[in-house]
């Protein structure tokens, strides 16, 4: 299993997600795909939620939706098959109707990879909409 | 283009679709991984209900959905990366609420795959439903 | 995080891996896509590996390689987006050149699929090959 | 197939694929995960590859590998499922050892995306390496 439990670092928005690579993940080059990386984005984001008490199916199933409308991802080494990954997700910016996270992705301090990626607030039927108070800090 | 391809063999409930197998698809052994088979049979009857003139993002947009109960897949011949290959879809029973389909999947003739599922109908709550008459033969 | 330890039930040669349903795992109606049901299965026989003191890159690395040549599904109950969920594997037969495998996925203690497979061993260049002692039973 | 339907605009370095989002492709919400843009841009390098007369398999036959090493993605409105898209790919500059290309994705006219990607040339133990000259235009 990939293992243990999500920590917290001291800032409180960013969170610590150890993470296995799977076999599926990795190519004929032997390296993890990068088409994988947006996915363990994603669940670096989910699991920064679950640390503010939150899940983000609580959010769908409220009607709160969130959308990627950019990302950009920088690659520096290559992770193999059945590496033990950590990823630091960190909330950097939040807006009226988007968030902004950064992703450094390590192994045992190693800097394989980092990125930025911008998320937007959309109703069911896909509009642009403010984020809800519960997910949004003290004014 | 899974569609622009597709040829109805003599068989009207069958159906022949080109594939090239995609560089992410290939694992570290350099042939197609194994779980992307079953994506590659969903595809071959979506291409098998176009051919009868109709698609299914119309059966969901109308409420009708159809689930996989049973799978099972004989792995004979691996497949590489960027092979053109030919999967061969045939319905070969429905009943009031299922469907069994049968694939074979071919490389310049020679059976890489040889595969059997059963779908059923189900609503938008997911219990089961009986196939609508537009999907099933005259009685 | 798909969580805490894999845990080895009483019989020595299965296993319990936790895992949680991704986001890009469930499709359009909400549940946990079928093809990515045997990606799971590989996790689960890495697990077994790992329990008994290897692991599969270490058998890659020395040259001995497994393939999927048969699997066989019967999903029961559809899984849900963050869902955590158990998968039981158990290694049921091995022969000289060949592992049978059953698994077994639940939720809560609701069975929610339960498969089988056959994987055989090949060398580098795909041909079969005996499974290497370390990895068999005492005779 | 992705192959048969790619056409080659005006700019020799450019090249249109046509695709159709497969339903495996889509999420919860119904539209194409951003997780497999990257996996469609990487099919449309292949065809622009191909439409110079080269595959990429022929490349990493021959030891020549390309890894991705900076990617950015502009979202600006939804794939759907069974959509039929249109992906155009250039080749913006090459350097000694690197490749950027250009992404936009369009569905019947209208922009859903657009990326940029630098890939590097790197040998079978992933060092950088010179791209051949059969791959560099005359100097």
Redesign the interface.
């Known amino acids: 299993?990939?293992?243990?439990?999500?920590s917290a670092p001291t800032d409180p928005l960013a969170v610590d997600?150890?993470?296995r690579v799977?076999?599926?993940e990795?190519?004929?080059?032997?390296?993890a795909?990068?088409?994988?990386y947006?996915?363990w984005f994603?669940?670096g984001r989910?699991?920064l939620l679950r640390s503010l008490g939150m899940?983000?199916?609580q959010c769908?199933d409220a009607g709160i939706?969130f959308?990627?409308?950019?990302?950009?991802?920088?690659?520096r080494a290559?992770a193999?098959?059945?590496d033990e990954l950590l990823l630091r997700t960190t909330q950097r910016r939040m807006t009226r109707v988007r968030i902004d996270h950064d992703y450094r992705l390590t192994r045992e301090g190693i800097v394989l990879c980092e990125a930025h990626s911008t998320i937007g607030c959309v109703d069911r039927s896909?509009r642009v909409s403010p984020i809800p108070s519960p997910l949004r800090p003290a004014d």
Do not use: K, N
């Open positions: 299993m990939a293992a243990s439990e999500s997600m150890p993470l799977r076999y599926v990795c190519d004929r080059m032997g390296v795909h990068h088409s994988h947006p996915v994603e669940m989910t699991e899940t983000y199916r769908e939706f959308v990627v409308t950019y990302l950009e991802i920088r690659f290559p193999h098959y059945d896909g």
